[in-house]
């Protein structure tokens, strides 16, 4: 199993443009969700999903969009990057959803983005 | 709403010390779930530990040790011996039952082992 992939790893946009920000996992994990890190305040979510078709917002979901269209990829939309989007954002995957027991998420290495 | 506080900015200790960090959080639910993640250099986010809020038991792994206390709403992370391998940033994680799996993370504690 590959885990939870991300691509690019690297990413430098200008202000105005638009990227796709690559998220798929192996583990046929139902939930899928992207987390943004910034210093000094931890992981905030942005958006998440609990299955193939749903999605929903998170803490910070403004200036994103997301769609689930199958199990295994969760893309994420910058439709007009701005500099505040300059951040290391992160995918993750478990296998539960809204009920029963939370498992251990797992996460992507990772995609550091900045927008000049 | 759910919120967790890891007071400690940055703990700077030598090696060998013992070395506790601090989570505290805040939620409605009765029934949650918290989480300790450590991030090393390279970046990546470690699973270390899932409690669920009706298992109050100490855990120990090796030299890692967990402290919940639901009377004080805390799940302080203890590291015996550390050592400069150590050296990373540590997040606390919680998630409520009727959030689902979002997860809601501390600030998180850099923590810097010297040899």
Redesign the interface.
């Not at chain 2, 689902?100 to 998180?108: D, N």
């Given at each position: 199993n590959a885990g939870v992939t991300q691509t690019p790893k690297f990413q430098v946009l200008k202000t105005g443009q638009s990227m796709t920000l690559q998220c798929a996992q192996d583990m046929n994990h139902e939930y899928m969700s992207w987390y943004r890190q910034d210093p000094g305040m931890g992981l905030r979510l942005i958006h998440y999903s609990v299955g193939a078709g749903i999605t929903d917002q998170g803490e910070v979901p403004n200036g994103y969009n997301v769609s689930r269209s199958t199990t295994e990829d969760f893309p994420l939309r910058l439709l007009s990057a701005a500099p505040s989007q300059t951040s290391v954002y992160f995918c993750a995957s478990s296998s539960s959803s809204t009920s029963g027991p939370l498992n251990e998420q797992f996460f992507g290495p990772g995609t550091r983005l900045t927008v000049l | 709403a759910q919120k967790?506080t890891?007071a400690q900015?940055e703990i700077s200790v030598v090696e060998k010390e013992d070395v506790t960090l601090d989570c505290v959080y805040e939620t409605r639910d009765t029934t949650y779930?918290l989480?300790w993640?450590k991030q090393p250099p390279s970046?990546?986010?470690v699973?270390l530990i899932?409690r669920?809020s009706f298992d109050e038991q100490n855990e120990i792994s090796g030299r890692y040790s967990w402290n919940f206390q639901k009377s004080t709403s805390s799940f302080n992370f203890t590291i015996t011996a550390s050592q400069v391998v150590d050296s990373a940033v540590y997040?606390c994680?919680l998630?409520e039952?009727t959030s689902?799996?979002?997860?809601?993370?501390?600030?998180?504690t850099q923590l810097t082992v010297n040899p």
């Open positions: - | 967790v890891q900015t779930y989480f993640y970046g990546e986010l699973f899932r669920n997040f994680a998630s039952e689902g799996s979002r997860l809601t993370f501390g600030e998180g």
